[in-house]
């Protein structure tokens, strides 16, 4: 998998030694390298249908990153100054991550299936969106 986005790899990267764009959804793309004509290609599971579940601020995370926890813990206490509650989901087992709402299935930030971040965020970063979604709320 890769992307133009951040924590990614570029797909010119894979292209460069052979693979080919196999599918696209959102940010991500799908990266394959052909080794017999026989081969399947690989799809993605669509995460998008994932994104409807969660209501109010979510943040869905892995062990996968060790910054995690500092961002998690930024976030929650960020969310309750702010006054309202963050539910926070850990990730465990493969057909967890698989499921997740997001590409970059170790780490999203979604709020009424809307997706705020899939990566590693920052307390300041948190604060920011907030302010622009208070914003956008008026």
Known sequence: MSSNGPWMAFKNIFEKIGFE????LGRFELM????????ILPKFIDWTKEQSKYKGWNLIYSDQCPWHEKSITGLKHCALEYGFEMKIKKLK???????APSGFGTYTLIKDGKTFGNHYLSRTRFENILKQELKTEK
């Open 21 to 24: 764009l196999a599918e696209s």
């Open 32 to 39: 394959y390298k052909k080794f017999n004509d026989t081969v």
């Open 93 to 99: 087992t493969l057909k967890e991550a698989q499921r």
